[in-house]
């Protein structure tokens, strides 16, 4: 079972019984991000993270304490592009879940002293971010790969954090809930999908007028550096480039790319790293698809030593893919993987809900969107996977941290 609903006002609301769990997951991905914060608040996006979850409901339980004590899970995250909130509960407390989520999303009690305390918690998490090499890389990877642009920006923001009053915090989400891009996914037993769908229907989410309109600050104001440090053991690099949006007609090639030079066994990369030279433990690809492009990159983990020798390494597998040395077996197997990967990587209730979030939230799904991408992805030419190689080389860059 795959529905798309409408609340009133136009937010689409994807219902999907696909998994055959008992549970219900609800998800909900507003599009705006560290990218969409104004230059003079960064990090705001990522406090209104916490604040959702951690802001007193009825009875006063906030909604992640409250589903805690129903024998649910619950998170929710920030990206680059989105707001990412998300609750999973027993289907006996699915309705009454919808409802504080609603409530919690729409109308977080927000007060100043909440704001400073949930700011100091985003510290804490800043600064351990700082001290792993993956997260500092990354970020800079960003940067570079961005510079002068709003993806440039750091996601969770800058230390030390700026100080935000309850005000501009309230002021800032209830602009997002009227123009940024939402998108609601739903994820259980179809039997109870509907009433769960009823209660979002009579909520504050269903009343908010909105009025869409894109919303992108110019300029990156800063992007974090990265580099190895001095008697380190240790170090990762980031290396990739631009690959392709959501609607992209290019994107399917670049999912192939990533299966084609990754981190599984299969991949001509892996095969060259781990089994020839050795030379790296921790190895994965992956291509970020946002709404207007994508990010293609490599993270492998090494010896500061090797680092120079990965990195050529990772540079000439690009170049061997896109001059045609995949050959058409080992195109065929890249394919399969990624084919594959949607599938298996969907069949968690909470990725599959993020994932029919995300899409509805930019674009009206036609289909369910792990069919729908396996069936792009399967349509991949091995001229198309050429392509992408030479596009991410085009646009090639390469950070290092420890």
Not at 44 to 54: I, N, S
Not at 128 to 155: I, K, M, Q, S
Not at 371 to 377: G, N, P, Q
Request: charged share 20%.
């Amino acid at each position: 079972m795959f529905a798309v609903e409408m609340l009133d006002n136009g937010v689409r609301v994807v219902l999907d019984g696909s998994l055959g769990v008992r549970s219900v997951t609800t998800c909900a991905v507003v599009g705006a991000g560290s990218r969409t914060d104004d230059l003079d608040a960064p990090g705001l996006a990522h406090l209104l993270e916490h604040l959702v979850m951690a802001a007193p409901g009825a009875g006063g339980d906030s909604l992640s304490k409250w589903v805690d004590s129903a024998g649910g899970q619950s998170n929710a995250s920030t990206s680059h592009e989105s707001l990412f909130f998300w609750t999973r509960v027993p289907p006996e407390a699915a309705v009454e879940c919808a409802l504080r989520f609603d409530a919690a999303l729409t109308a977080p009690a927000v007060t100043d002293a909440l704001c400073a305390a949930e700011s100091q918690v985003v510290v804490q998490e800043l600064l351990a971010a700082a001290d792993d090499p993956v997260d500092v890389a990354h970020e800079a990877f960003y940067g570079a790969l961005f510079a002068g642009r709003p993806l440039a920006r750091p996601v969770g923001g800058p230390v030390p954090f700026p100080e935000f009053g309850a005000a501009d915090v309230l002021r800032a989400h209830r602009a997002n809930l009227r123009s940024a891009p939402l998108g609601i996914s739903l994820v259980g037993p179809a039997a109870l999908l509907g009433e769960v769908l009823a209660a979002l229907r009579a909520g504050g989410l269903a009343a908010v007028r909105r009025e869409p309109r894109p919303v992108v600050p110019r300029g990156s104001g800063g992007a974090p550096g990265a580099g190895v440090a001095p008697g380190a053991e240790y170090a990762y690099l980031v290396a990739g480039g631009e690959g392709a949006g959501r609607a992209d007609p290019r994107w399917a090639a670049t999912e192939v790319l990533a299966a084609a030079v990754g981190g599984t066994p299969g991949s001509v990369l892996y095969e060259r790293l781990r089994g020839e030279l050795g030379v790296s433990y921790q190895l994965r690809s992956t291509h970020t698809a946002y709404d207007d492009v994508g990010v293609w990159s490599v993270v492998a983990g090494t010896p500061p030593a090797e680092v120079e020798r990965v990195e050529k390494t990772i540079r000439d597998c690009l170049r061997e893919v896109a001059d045609g040395a995949l050959g058409d077996a080992g195109f065929a197997a890249a394919r399969r993987q990624a084919v594959g990967a949607v599938l298996l990587d969907h069949e968690d209730p909470v990725a599959l809900a993020h994932l029919n979030s995300t899409w509805s939230a930019h674009h009206e799904p036609a289909e369910p969107p792990v069919d729908r991408a396996r069936r792009l992805l399967a349509d991949v030419a091995h001229a198309d996977v050429r392509a992408a190689a030479s596009r991410v080389l085009g646009s090639y860059t390469c950070v290092v941290a420890s």
